[in-house]
């Protein structure tokens, strides 16, 4: 793609325009899969889960459920025609229990009913024949016994050991990272409808239609030809939907199939946070080898990350936290090890920014407990290990760290956040109160788009143009609130040079654009805006000649602009020239594809390319902490994000700020606790706590990087903004660090866990004191 076929006057893109379905969430109008009516004859289902850690299945006795006012079909293992397994990536997950029963909440069978409420009861009277067994439910113990999923990963660049022996010191540490809950406001659901000869309707709540349409047709033993996933709009997924959204998929269509009529199956919450998956926890351990100067030489880095009972997406999760371990910092010498531990907990899965945010936490944390070791300012070790601009540097996975913004974004954010003068004050603040303690800290971001998985990074669209000038849009992405389908809309409505009201958005069909990739990993506007720009230029460079003959003028003198087509001084309008191309028989309808350039992975030797391009941004947080009840506060936020041409400034600030308040969320609040029986007790909103209107910082300062389009050939020079901003939250944990640090003796680095909620904070407070005794 090149620049000049791309229209110079912005009529749409670039402009705040608002959400396209706003008005309708704020009002109650946007129809959600619960919203829609019921079909006749429509039944409810429940599914039933397993109450045990960890068992052996012997038998399932549902004769007293069955016999229930309503119940019209039970379904377990027995009852599937095709394959019992759900696995995304690999093999050997079940959609129900077989034998082996191997967290709390696993699906062993389903139930549908005429109503919700008889499932739900019925669901709960099916009586299990189970053997318990003591599960395992630590990660370092899992760890210590070899329980893995999958085989360790290993990034390594360099002589590490070489250079940590010939480090000036070595700094040694370790991080406990907390896991998270998605807590989409729309649980896990899916209406699934039979039709004639084996065919199959869906509209499930996912991320990933592709995964659902084939996963629903090998669990009923047939084609994906006769399974049609379609999704207008999701409350939410946050990488929650992305995989675990076929397990309620694939049982409601099994009920569909078993009964012949429509089924709808919805999660309660409790059971919606018990049966799917979360964002991984880790534990994270290093050695770093540095200079006096504060310089890293070298780094030995080692992730011990909760998989849960099966690999679900793990792998590529533990390989996005190894090549984000650097983030924005140079290590001449890396190994960097990840193992994926099992535990007798549900599957951990994807979540907005894909392992990430636990690589750059543990990136920062070493950056902190270096500069506080060596008793220097943290933001000076940051820039003496930055990646340098323009030097040719590579990552340990070996791609060169082009574009590099890093310097620009946290000298402007230090700038407006007036670094300087808030940085004396605290500390004056600081020496003079012994209960209240205020914290500040600045971190960076450099975060990798693209999937890991090279073959993901493509998407296609579907693009018609009828003769009244309006034009229809359908591409494989998903909309879960993330503004996608205003963005390609307005992508669409560039390229024709229209109001954005005259591109209609249509909900994602795999009848449509088959063989899609899940909307996630930031890829979203990237992959499917540039497949409909694709789409619609070769359709506009199709009507160019029509309008050309009409004219009698060559073909470079047509413009399309504000809704007409100019040749010098005349015009004729949009739909004119759209009705001219049918009458001369000139195709208005064209499938774009879109494949992501220049990325390459190899993922045994974890090196390669794996990323288009970085994003970068920065940010500056502040907080309060009450040193005797360990509550805190973030008190002021300032946040410079790199979007580069920005496609919607409105949509993508929401994303900003919405990203840094759920990070916020996983570091200081949103606590998962199982008991010893690996039941989760944190299953509703009155024993998990998200973030409110409270927690966010009354003071917030959030704002896109002007002028800087993306080097690439990325959709009019724009850049990805859903996952990069979650990890900016990071400043918040490192400012509460920095309060607590204020409570010990210079040259300690603070023990704060994640997520720092009162108790942790309480915890680390007592921990350097002891320390400074």
């Known amino acids: 793609m090149n620049e000049h076929v791309q229209p110079v006057h912005r009529a749409v893109v670039g402009k705040g325009i608002a959400h396209d379905s706003a008005k309708k969430h704020v009002s109650g109008q946007a129809v959600y899969i619960d919203d829609m009516a019921d079909m006749p004859g429509t039944l409810h289902a429940a599914l039933i889960l397993s109450p045990v850690a960890k068992g052996t299945l012997n038998g399932v006795d549902a004769s007293e459920a069955a016999a229930m006012d309503g119940v019209v079909a039970i379904v377990t293992a027995d009852d599937i025609p095709g394959h019992?397994?759900?696995?995304?990536?690999?093999?050997?997950?079940?959609?129900?229990?077989?034998?082996?029963?191997?967290?709390v909440g696993m699906p062993v069978g389903a139930v549908a009913a005429e109503t919700f409420e008889q499932a739900v009861r019925a669901a709960h009277a099916v009586q299990l024949d189970l053997t318990e067994q003591t599960p395992v439910l630590d990660i370092e113990e899992a760890h210590a016994r070899g329980d893995h999923v999958i085989a360790p990963?290993?990034?390594?660049?360099?002589?590490?050991?070489?250079?940590?022996?010939?480090?000036?010191?070595?700094?040694?540490?370790?991080?406990?990272?907390?896991?998270?809950?998605?807590?989409?406001?729309?649980?896990?659901?899916?209406?699934?409808?039979?039709?004639?000869?084996?065919?199959?309707?869906?509209?499930?709540?996912?991320?990933?239609?592709?995964?659902?349409?084939?996963?629903?047709?090998?669990?009923?033993?047939?084609?994906?030809?006769?399974?049609?996933?379609?999704?207008?709009?999701?409350?939410?997924?946050?990488?929650?939907?992305?995989?675990?959204?076929?397990?309620?998929?694939?049982?409601?269509?099994?009920?569909?199939r078993k009964t012949g009529r429509p089924v709808r199956m919805r999660l309660k919450r409790s059971a919606d946070m018990s049966a799917t998956g979360k964002r991984h926890d880790m534990v994270s351990k290093w050695r770093i080898g540095v200079t006096d100067q504060g310089r890293i030489v070298g780094a030995d880095v080692e992730y011990l990350a909760r998989a849960g009972n099966t690999a679900d997406l793990t792998g590529p999760v533990i390989t996005r936290s190894l090549t984000h371990t650097d983030n924005a910092y140079h290590f001449?010498?890396?190994?960097?090890?990840?193992?994926?531990?099992?535990?007798?907990?549900?599957?951990?899965?994807?979540?907005?920014?894909?392992?990430?945010?636990?690589?750059?936490?543990?990136?920062?944390?070493?950056?902190?407990?270096?500069?506080r070791e060596l008793e220097m300012d943290p933001n000076r070790?940051?820039?003496?290990?930055?990646?340098?601009?323009?030097?040719?540097?590579?990552?340990?996975?070996?791609?060169?760290?082009?574009?590099?913004?890093?310097?620009?974004?946290?000298?402007?954010?230090?700038?407006?956040?007036?670094?300087?003068?808030?940085?004396?004050?605290?500390?004056?603040?600081?020496?003079t109160d012994p209960v209240i303690r205020r914290g500040l800290a600045m971190m960076p971001v450099k975060f990798g788009i693209s999937f890991n998985l090279p073959s993901l990074n493509q998407a296609g669209a579907l693009v018609h143009v009828y003769q009244d000038g309006s034009v229809h849009l359908n591409h494989g992405g998903t909309e879960m609130g993330q503004g996608l389908f205003v963005k390609v809309a307005q992508v669409v409505a560039e390229v024709f040079q229209l109001d954005i009201e005259a591109v209609k958005i249509t909900a994602t069909h795999t009848g449509k654009v088959p063989n899609t990739s899940p909307t996630a990993a930031s890829t979203g506007s990237d992959l499917n805006g540039m497949a409909?720009?694709?789409?619609?230029?070769?359709?506009?460079?199709?009507?160019?000649?029509?309008?050309?003959?009409?004219?009698?003028?060559?073909?470079?003198?047509?413009?399309?602009?504000?809704?007409?087509?100019?040749?010098?001084?005349?015009?004729?309008?949009?739909?004119?020239?759209?009705?001219?191309?049918?009458?001369?028989?000139?195709?208005?309808?064209?499938?774009?594809?879109?494949?992501?350039?220049?990325?390459?992975?190899?993922?045994?030797?974890?090196?390669?390319?794996?990323?288009?391009?970085?994003?970068?941004?920065?940010a500056v947080a502040e907080v309060a902490i009450d040193t005797l009840t360990g509550e805190n506060r973030c008190l002021r936020a300032d946040i410079l994000q790199d979007c580069g041409a920005s496609l919607n400034t409105a949509i993508d600030l929401g994303q900003i700020e919405g990203a840094f308040v759920q990070g916020m969320g996983w570091l200081t609040c949103e606590e998962l606790w199982w008991d010893d029986k690996g039941r989760l007790r944190t299953v509703?909103?009155?024993?998990?706590?998200?973030?409110?209107?409270?927690?966010?910082?009354?003071?917030?300062?959030?704002?896109?990087?002007?002028?800087?389009?993306?080097?690439?050939?990325?959709?009019?020079?724009?850049?990805?903004?859903?996952?990069?901003?979650?990890?900016?939250?990071?400043?918040?944990?490192?400012?509460?660090?920095?309060?607590?640090?204020?409570?010990?003796?210079?040259?300690?680095?603070?023990?704060?866990?994640?997520?720092?909620?009162?108790?942790?904070?309480?915890?680390?407070?007592?921990?350097?004191?002891?320390?400074?005794?």
Not at 84 to 103: R, T, V
Not at 344 to 361: C, D, E, H, K, L
Not at 409 to 428: F, G, K, M, P, Y
Not at 719 to 738: H, I, N, T
């Open 84 to 103: 019992n397994d759900i696995a995304p990536i690999l093999s050997g997950e079940p959609l129900f229990a077989e034998k082996a029963l191997d967290y």
């Open 153 to 256: 990963q290993r990034l390594v660049s360099g002589d590490v050991d070489a250079a940590l022996e010939k480090a000036d010191r070595i700094v040694e540490g370790r991080l406990e990272i907390g896991g998270q809950d998605h807590f989409y406001l729309e649980t896990q659901i899916a209406y699934a409808i039979p039709g004639e000869d084996g065919d199959m309707t869906v509209h499930s709540s996912t991320q990933h239609p592709t995964e659902v349409q084939h996963h629903v047709a090998h669990v009923l033993g047939g084609f994906a030809n006769a399974v049609d996933v379609q999704v207008r709009r999701m409350g939410g997924g946050f990488g929650g939907k992305e995989s675990q959204a076929t397990i309620i998929a694939c049982a409601a269509a099994l009920l569909a």
């Open 332 to 371: 001449p010498a890396a190994r960097f090890v990840g193992h994926a531990c099992k535990t007798n907990t549900v599957s951990n899965t994807a979540f907005r920014g894909f392992g990430g945010p636990q690589g750059v936490i543990t990136s920062e944390a070493m950056i902190d407990q270096i500069a």
């Open 381 to 431: 070790v940051r820039a003496i290990n930055y990646y340098g601009p323009d030097t040719g540097e590579t990552t340990p996975y070996g791609q060169p760290v082009e574009q590099n913004r890093l310097v620009e974004v946290t000298d402007l954010v230090l700038q407006s956040a007036q670094w300087q003068h808030r940085r004396a004050e605290i500390d004056a603040h600081n020496a």
């Open 532 to 618: 409909a720009f694709k789409a619609a230029t070769a359709i506009r460079d199709r009507m160019t000649p029509v309008a050309a003959r009409h004219f009698d003028v060559p073909q470079d003198e047509i413009v399309f602009r504000e809704g007409r087509v100019h040749a010098g001084n005349r015009s004729i309008s949009f739909a004119e020239l759209a009705r001219m191309s049918w009458a001369e028989r000139v195709s208005l309808s064209e499938a774009g594809h879109y494949a992501t350039p220049k990325i390459h992975w190899d993922g045994k030797a974890m090196k390669g390319r794996p990323f288009f391009y970085f994003t970068y941004g920065a």
């Open 684 to 773: 509703g909103p009155s024993t998990y706590k998200i973030p409110g209107s409270r927690d966010v910082p009354p003071d917030f300062n959030v704002a896109i990087l002007e002028s800087a389009p993306n080097a690439e050939e990325t959709v009019f020079r724009s850049k990805a903004v859903g996952e990069p901003p979650l990890m900016l939250a990071v400043s918040v944990w490192l400012a509460l660090r920095d309060a607590v640090a204020s409570c010990g003796e210079p040259g300690l680095s603070p023990n704060l866990r994640t997520p720092a909620t009162p108790e942790a904070v309480l915890d680390a407070i007592d921990d350097i004191r002891a320390r400074s005794a």
